[in-house]
Structure formats: C-alpha cells, structure tokens
C-alpha cells in the first residue's frame, strides 16, 4: 500500500489545517490508521490513531479537544483536522497504517506516507 500525505503549510497560532492521507495500492481490507509528527530535534511522536471501521479512536493528551481524525474507507482517505494550531505543532506530520501490535491504541505501524510540512507561526 501507499500512502500519500498533504495539506500541509504556513499557518498562523490559532489558525487551522486539514491534513488528508491518501492510500492506494491496498490488497487488504482497512486497517488501523494513524497519524505521527517529527519536529525539528526531536523523536516521532504518536498523535492518533482509528480503527478500521472509526469506531475506535485515541488522541494523545496534547492534540486531545483540538484534533480530529476520521476516515472514509470509500474514498480510501484519512483525514486530521487541526484546531487552535500551537507554535509548538510545527512539525512534518506523517499517516501511517497497519498496526503491528494487537494492543489498543497501536503506535507501530506497517506502512507510512512520506510526510507534509506544517508550520505554525506564532
């Protein structure tokens, strides 16, 4: 399967972003997605993840009430709308697939889209 992530940009504090994850490829029925951020000088962190069917979602604590993900296993899409952007948002956000650990919520994941850029002015 690939991934393709977009809907990055410029955005000022306050402001918000609709990220979308585009999957092509697959052999399989959907599985659990999920979305990551890297910043500048830091390590991959895990933001949210879905099941396959989007009864099931987690958000870490730092995105809680101000992100949302959602799916449509249709349109083989995977969105995150973003609210009240922090400076501290900024960072290459990734979409990812496919977890590899039985537990809930996952934060290993099969397949990855290459990134999008977000940044956040303040």
């Known amino acids: 399967v690939q991934l393709q992530a977009s809907g990055g940009g410029l955005v000022q504090a306050g402001g918000s972003l609709t990220l979308s994850c585009a999957a092509s490829?697959?052999?399989?029925?959907?599985?659990?997605m999920a979305w990551f951020r890297q910043a500048p000088g830091k390590e991959r962190e895990f933001l949210t993840t879905i099941s396959w069917n989007g009864n099931r979602i987690y958000y870490i604590d730092s995105v809680k009430g101000r992100f949302t993900v959602s799916r449509d296993n249709r349109k083989n899409t995977l969105t995150l709308q973003m609210n009240s952007l922090k400076p501290e948002d900024t960072a290459i956000y990734y979409c990812a697939e496919d977890a590899l650990s039985l537990g809930w919520p996952s934060r290993e994941y099969r397949y990855w889209g290459q990134g999008t850029l977000v940044t956040v002015s303040s």
């Open positions: 490829g697959r052999t399989y029925s959907p599985k659990a």
